[in-house]
């Protein structure tokens, strides 16, 4: 539509009999309250002060701090026994301007030992069907003793300091406060037996391969770790209960790992003795990696890694890492692991792209798990920042999905003969997707898992979704090329059956991931999906994708809240959403919007019955009005058939008139006066406000598009009319026609109802056959 049209409307409505009665009929569907509880109103009172460790735009304020912990360990792993022995010396710096009486240490694998309250922390009835495994541990033998072996605390002079064990957290009784500014060094020794991580699903442990009787470890949580200390919760002490994951501070990391002679190992950080661990022929591999842009190399082949699960080496040896800025540590060994890397420029910064794989894992593994490192690495950094390590690792673990700084554990395994579904093909590739993405959140936008859940699973969820997408494109000999890749969530429609499904199962987005019915679709699919749609339909990609890198590189390799993100996604965009948040992270609230009605009106040349009884109350005539412009609708008594195909300007002398005092010759030969006048009823039975987005079809088969911003819903939440005028008749609505805003219930967006369909169907074919 022109401007002078837009114009044209305003000023038959503004002085319209019909525009008084509408005013009238809004002010009485508002109920008592309504105003006060606006789905619009700012998230105040849901948001902590700004302060100056976190500024209102969202940014670190000028007295942000962080804590640090650094560790210097020796790690022996007993592959007989399968038992790890381990003794660290942490170096703990109070940043903080508070003294410190006492400091926490997580024992997270405390989780597993005999007396934990974990497994009688849920009610439960009895299941119809049990994994042979974890029947078996919970009914028949005795429980798995896991849990940490503390063998000593002392400090830096190797006196024992005092401890205290509550479940999975340890406070240690230092015997001054620890001042601000200042820091303390102290040591731990300890051993734990080692988890079977297949018979109920530990985040870490071994698989042990009947066949020729190895194990494959997959290792992490594997010592005493720093508890974080901070502005936000003080000391994260919340037990480790086994949903909510990790909240950790950064530090610098110097391990040593000893494990059988014949094992391969990677883990986090730089390796410093390559040359000792390496054989002459995989150094020399190694090179080759390091300059093979297009695809990786082999460095321990199938082959070799065949030979030697025959055999079980009584010899040791040591793998000596350091790490640098780190919030964790993991590795995986063992005797059984192919090896390959290939190089990946980022940002003008060679990172290696690596995995390590049983032979069970081939041919699936060779093909495609660097592959799927390499899109993550690229997708993800334009989106945020360079990423920063020197390298990506993705180890095959059955069934595992867990992430680590610069290493992760991931499933799909084809079935014995090598072949495989699509399904353990795409379910592969986005795990591996999603775990190397969690080196950006929350490995480097280090937020507080513990607590929120979503925070780092559901925008990692919605990055997966982008490099999924690009992975499809790039990747042609994976996803044909006229085929998008499958993602299991991030578009709208996906989580349309969560949303929609019963309130007693739903929590908010905001809720601990303890607490929550379906971790997956609470803390993964829904924010991802938010996130998505948030992009591409409320903001526009430039605005959501400059502001969520601003998010990004403000926090990386900081501690951000919720708060940080939904203010910096403000700040850097000026969009207000607090809407946004309120209704998708705050609420279980579902987006359900539709077309109700549409009354169709022309121009009339007498006041209709309404406007004639406004006028006798208050004795009134035409003369006490500024000229008026009259509309009837078609389907009532007003409507005077006569006046049907005639221009408004042709009907209504003041109209005319009006026209003449106001606009030159020019612009009058510039109208294009409209014939049809609609007055549209949207309503939303949906708890969110969205833009309202329509697509109207008119008589000759064109198509208009209109999006109305949220905020249409700002001053009644339940329906809303539009005036449409137009020349052209209009013979159909639909509201999201490309279901762009995860609406639970289509049958109410069009117009005609569904039902009623057929004949518009058969009139878009007449249409289309013209
Ligand atoms: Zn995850």
């Not at 000593?152 to 340890?170: C, E, H, R, W």
């Not at 070799?304 to 995986?332: C, I, L, M």
């Not at 000026?574 to 609420?587: E, H, M, N, S």
């Not at 539009?722 to 490309?738: N, Y």
């Amino acid at each position: 539509m022109n401007k002078i049209k837009y114009c044209f409307a305003s000023l038959l409505f503004l002085f319209g009999a019909l525009g008084m009665a509408q005013e009238e009929e809004v002010k009485e569907e508002r109920k008592p309250g309504h105003y006060n509880q606006s789905k619009f109103k700012q998230l105040y009172e849901e948001f902590s002060t700004p302060n100056t460790y976190r500024s209102a735009s969202g940014a670190p304020g000028p007295d942000y701090y962080q804590q640090q912990a650094d560790y210097v360990m020796n790690i022996e792993l007993d592959d007989k026994n399968a038992k790890i022995y381990g003794e660290e010396t942490i170096t703990y710096h109070n940043n903080s301007p508070e003294d410190l009486e006492f400091l926490w240490v997580q024992l997270d694998q405390n989780v597993r030992a005999k007396d934990s309250k974990s497994p009688l922390r849920n009610g439960n009835g009895v299941n119809f069907a049990y994994t042979a495994g974890n029947f078996a541990q919970t009914y028949v033998t005795e429980p798995f003793d896991g849990g940490f072996n503390i063998d000593f605390v002392k400090d830096a002079s190797g006196k024992p300091l005092s401890y205290t064990i509550n479940q999975t957290m340890m406070r240690l009784n230092i015997p001054q406060p620890l001042k601000s500014g200042e820091k303390i060094s102290f040591s731990i020794k300890w051993w734990y037996n080692i988890p079977d991580h297949t018979v109920n699903r530990a985040r870490s442990g071994f698989e042990y391969f009947a066949k020729d009787g190895n194990r494959a470890y997959v290792i992490a949580q594997f010592f005493p770790r720093m508890a974080v200390y901070s502005d936000v919760e003080g000391w994260q002490n919340h037990q480790f209960w086994g949903s909510g994951e990790f909240a950790l501070p950064f530090g610098n990391y110097d391990v040593s790992i000893t494990v059988p002679a014949d094992h391969v190992l990677d883990a986090t950080g730089v390796l410093q003795n390559r040359d000792e661990v390496f054989s002459k022929e995989m150094m020399k591999r190694y090179k080759q990696a390091k300059k093979s842009y297009d695809k990786p190399v082999l460095i321990v082949t199938q082959e070799e890694a065949e030979a030697a699960e025959q055999g079980f080496s009584e010899n040791k040896k040591t793998w000596k890492f350091k790490a640098t800025n780190v919030r964790d540590y993991g590795f995986a060994t063992s005797r059984k692991f192919i090896w390959d890397m290939q190089a990946v420029k980022i940002g003008g910064k060679d990172v290696m792209a690596v995995s390590l794989y049983p032979k069970e894992g081939n041919p699936l593994w060779e093909d495609m798990s660097t592959k799927a490192v390499v899109q993550t690495l690229h997708t993800y950094s334009k989106h945020t920042f360079d990423y920063p390590y020197h390298k990506a690792i993705s180890v095959h673990a059955k069934n595992q999905g867990m992430e680590y700084p610069m290493i992760c554990w991931n499933y799909g395994r084809p079935n014995e003969d090598g072949t495989y579904s699509d399904r353990t093909k795409y379910g592969m590739i986005s795990v591996i997707i999603h775990e190397v993405g969690h080196n950006f959140f929350p490995m480097i936008v280090n937020s507080d898992e513990r607590q929120w859940g979503w925070m780092d699973e559901g925008l990692d969820t919605f990055m997966q979704y982008l490099a999924e997408q690009e992975f499809g494109k790039n990747f042609p000999e994976v996803v044909a090329p006229n085929e998008n890749y499958p993602s299991r969530r991030g578009e709208p429609s996906k989580i349309v059956p969560y949303m929609s499904g019963d309130q007693d199962f739903i929590a908010p987005i905001m809720s601990n991931p303890e607490n929550v019915y379906k971790l997956g679709p609470n803390a993964y699919g829904k924010p991802a999906t938010a996130l998505n749609i948030l992009r591409e339909t409320v903001m526009g990609k430039e605005l959501f994708d400059h502001a969520f890198k601003t998010y990004a590189q403000r926090w990386k390799f900081k501690h951000p809240t919720p708060e940080d993100f939904f203010r910096t996604m403000e700040d850097a965009s000026a969009v207000d959403l607090d809407w946004y948040w309120r209704g998708w992270f705050y609420t279980t609230d579902y987006v359900d919007i539709g077309v109700k009605g549409v009354k169709k009106y022309y121009v009339s040349s007498k006041p209709n019955q309404e406007m004639q009884k406004y006028m006798e109350d208050r004795n009134l005539t035409e003369a006490d009005f500024p000229p008026l412009v009259y509309l009837a609708e078609e389907d009532s008594e007003d409507f005077l058939p006569e006046l049907k195909g005639k221009s408004p300007t042709e009907i209504s002398q003041n109209l005319k008139e009006f026209m003449m005092d106001n606009m030159t010759a020019e612009e009058r030969a510039q109208v294009e006066e409209p014939k049809f006048f609609y007055e549209i009823t949207f309503d939303k039975p949906g708890g969110i406000p969205m833009p309202l987005i329509v697509e109207y079809t008119y008589a000759d088969g064109s198509t208009e598009s209109v999006t109305y911003p949220p905020e249409i819903w700002r001053k009644n939440d339940a329906e809303v009319k539009r005036v449409l005028a137009t020349q052209k008749e209009l013979v159909g609505i639909v509201v999201d026609p490309k279901l762009e805003t995860a609406d639970i219930d289509t049958a109410n967006n069009s117009w005609p109802k569904k039902e009623e369909k057929s004949d518009f169907d058969k009139f878009k074919e007449s249409i289309k056959g013209k």
